[in-house]
């Protein structure tokens, strides 16, 4: 069975497109990659937890943000190229990015080294024009993009703007 991970894809309409919130992860692995790197904030679903409280929960462990709005909206899970399955929801909120804060976690770093490090699991965070976080998005999380914009297109279409 595939692990299957929970996320917020969090959105704002910009000047001209709609943006979107990402996080880059830390450690050493992603330290100089940037496009086809950034993600939804998003982590494992605990045995028996809820999908949507599990996004709420890794949210805010990878942020130290909390979002008070409560309309969120469902995504088709995506699988990444892995095999881990993402489920995520959209919600539309304004957040000051410069702020995150993130868990932390230890690795063997230099590897075989026996020196542990400890890292923080996000090191940055942005708001991206979704255009532009088409190229930061990992691969498997892109679908995400695509159906946020349908589904934004599809509301304003129908309030008949």
């Known amino acids: 069975m595939p692990k299957r991970s929970a996320g917020l894809l969090v959105y704002r309409t910009g000047d001209t497109e709609l943006e979107v919130f990402l996080v880059h992860p830390g450690g050493p692995f992603w330290q100089k990659k940037d496009d086809g790197a950034w993600s939804i904030p ?41 095999g881990k399955i993402v489920q995520a929801w959209s919600i539309e909120a304004e957040l000051d990015a410069h ?17 542990m490090c400890e890292f923080p699991e996000v090191d940055r965070a942005a708001w991206f024009p979704i255009s532009v976080a088409r190229k930061k998005i990992l691969k498997g999380q892109a679908p995400l993009l695509d159906e946020l914009e349908r589904n934004r297109r599809r509301g304003i279409g129908d309030r008949g703007e």
Do not use: H
């Open 42 to 82: 998003k982590g494992l679903i605990g045995e028996g937890e809820d999908p949507l409280e599990a996004a709420k929960r890794e949210f805010f462990e990878e942020t130290c943000l909390v979002i008070s709005a409560e309309d969120y909206e469902p995504l088709m899970p995506v699988k990444q190229p892995g």
């Open 99 to 115: 702020s995150v804060r993130s868990n932390s976690f230890l690795l063997e770093w230099p590897p075989k080294s026996g020196t």
